[in-house]
């Protein structure tokens, strides 16, 4: 278990040189090529069969979206960043205006999570079918072909933004040496109640303890979450 966590900002060259971080590092460049091997056959094969059962439920959710604002897209996608600090394109089902981006700007100063993060309990900028997928958790599903692409695993750490990753230290860094997932430790332990620090420290504990259990026992988890979960917004 890694610890103490250092201070974000003031302690990275320390942390840098302890022989924590460096086991850490070393330890994490073990291919595991087993496990590795068995999680992408899962997540290719989930991946697929998700996208065909879901299909229907695709096509609802566009109608919806295109009826509430016929001028905006489906699909709303964002750059990413992925194992390794490689950026890739994610996709999800477009829950707010159009010009959201441009808005976010005005509404920086209100973030209601501490950290290199943002969310907004009642964010102006979701729309009403946007609310209801969001809550649902629906609007993620797309990600779904970011798995079978391999941009994402069906579980890890929960994918930063750009601007995000500007604020890391060296020590949030480290959620950035595996795939990232559409769900994890962190979405099944409380999601946005949870402050960022807490968010990594969860993170680097599922980066320590992978395996085939933990990931299907994520998985099972967000099942049973999905419909009516209380913690996303």
Known sequence: MISPTPQRNESDIAFESTPAYSSYVLENENPRVIYRAFKRTTDIVLALVGLVVL??????????????DPRGSVFFGQTRVGKDE????????????????????????????????FKMKKDPR?????????????????????????????????????????????????????????????????RNDLSFNEMVELDLRYIEQRGVMMDWKIIFMTIRMFAGSKNAY
């Open 86 to 117: 490689k950026p890739f394109r994610m996709y999800k089902f477009r829950s707010m205006v159009s010009n959201a981006e441009e808005l976010l700007e005005e509404l920086l100063e209100q973030n209601e999570i501490s950290g290199a993060m």
């Open 126 to 190: 979701i729309t009403r079918v946007g609310a209801f997928i969001r809550k649902t958790s629906i609007d993620e599903l797309p990600q779904l072909w970011n798995v079978v692409r391999g941009d994402m695993s069906l579980v890890g750490p929960r994918p930063a933004l750009p601007r995000e990753v500007a604020e890391y230290s060296s020590y949030d860094k480290l959620r950035l040496r595996v795939i990232p997932g559409c769900t994890g430790l962190w979405q099944v332990s409380g």
């Open 55 to 68: 299909s229907p439920l695709f096509l609802v959710v566009a109608i919806l979206i295109k009826l509430e």
